[in-house]
């Protein structure tokens, strides 16, 4: 079992390496935390009001919602719930499709399942069939990410039915959907008719609340009721409580990040083009580059200039690539300008 591999504390510098929201949060956030009384801070927190806003925004009855701190604590609940071995009886095993999200491997290794790795496509597209001939008797979660990290790809929801059907009865399948909303793409209307599927959602990027720590789980009451269980009661503050109702509260500065994440992708990929480098089109707010023998070149001179980028080349089928969020035009526009000092430079 290793360690998940925690980025630096880099708060020094431009921040592209954790697909934040670089712009922060809405001015509204900061408003209804700062009328925050003593009293609220002095009490455990409620959670029907913040649980209906979000069941609002995602279109889905205040039920099948269960908020967390964070989408991470989501995901360590699954583990928990569906991943411990039962004395005596077989391993569960957690199925993750490469490249993926770090946090499955970490989450199903810690709480004493098995890890079991479909190798990626060399194009990225999903890996239906691989997925499918990796399913046992034995599987119990299946971790998807819609669109994925690091890839920025999107999966047909054609598999993630295909999928679902395929898995055991004690199975279920997580749909992570921390990127939907660049996306415009969502499981969520399906779920009444998928009782085996969970999906995960974020308020950390869109939302730039990541500092705040909350995210939620929707599904049926059947497979959402044992992570609930295992779930602290009150994991989520009251600051985050009050943060994602005003979050939701301003749709007008999400669209304007979406735009601005959009206008962000094609100057990269345009500056990729100049480059020569090849990159994934991504439908998530970040960009995975393939910089090849190029890659420790631009982390390090961009990291020198004070703009951190993720290196990825040791995830699965990313050789030779790094991540970058591609969010507030400015900061993109900064990166793309640092690029190619650096490449030119190096060669
Ligand atoms: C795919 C995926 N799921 C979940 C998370 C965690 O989200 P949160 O900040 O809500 O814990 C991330 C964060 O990077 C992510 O990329």
């Known amino acids: 079992m290793t360690a998940y591999d925690k980025p630096p504390e880099l708060y020094d510098g431009l921040r592209l390496h954790q697909n934040e929201n670089t712009g922060g949060c809405s001015p509204r956030v900061l408003e209804a935390l700062a009328k925050l009384r003593p009293d609220e801070v002095g009490f455990y927190p409620p959670y029907a009001a913040a649980t209906r806003a979000c069941a609002e925004y995602l279109g889905v009855d205040p039920d099948t919602v269960a908020l967390t701190n964070g989408l991470d604590e989501g995901i360590m609940g699954i583990a928990v719930a569906y991943l411990r071995p039962p004395v005596g009886g077989p391993i569960p095993e957690a199925l993750v499709p490469e490249p993926a999200f770090e946090i499955f491997r970490v989450d199903a290794e810690a709480v004493g399942g098995q890890f079991v790795q479909v190798k990626p496509k060399p194009d990225f597209t999903f890996a239906l069939d691989e997925v499918l001939a990796a399913i046992t008797p034995r599987t119990r979660v299946v971790f998807l990410t819609n669109p994925n990290n690091p890839t920025g790809v999107s999966m047909p929801l054609e ?181 190619e000092e650096v490449l030119c430079a190096a060669g």
């Not at 909350?214 to 497979?223: D, E, K, M, N, Q």
């Not at 990929?269 to 707010?285: E, P, Q, V």
């Not at 200039?305 to 969020?325: N, Q, V």
């Open 159 to 339: 598999a993630i039915r295909t999928i679902a059907r395929a898995v055991p009865r004690e199975a279920v399948v997580f749909v992570d959907e921390a990127y939907a909303e660049f996306a415009g793409t969502t499981f969520i209307p399906e779920l009444p008719a998928f009782k085996n599927i969970i999906v995960g959602r974020t308020f950390s990027k869109a939302f730039g609340l990541a500092g705040l720590r909350i995210g939620c789980l929707l599904g049926a009451p059947g497979v959402l009721d044992p992570v609930r269980a295992v779930i602290p009661v009150y994991s989520v503050n009251i600051a985050a409580v009050v943060a994602v109702q005003a979050a939701l509260s301003d749709p007008a500065y999400l669209r304007e990040y979406l735009r601005q994440v959009k206008e962000s992708k094609a100057l990269l990929y345009a500056a990729c083009d100049r480059l020569g480098l090849t990159y994934s089109k991504s439908d998530a707010n970040f960009v995975l580059i393939r910089a090849g023998d190029r890659l420790q070149a631009l982390v390090k001179g961009a990291a020198d200039r004070g703009i951190y980028i993720r290196d990825r080349s040791s995830e699965p089928g990313c050789a030779g690539c790094c991540r970058i969020a591609t969010g507030i035009v400015e900061h993109t526009r900064r990166f793309i300008a640092v690029m």
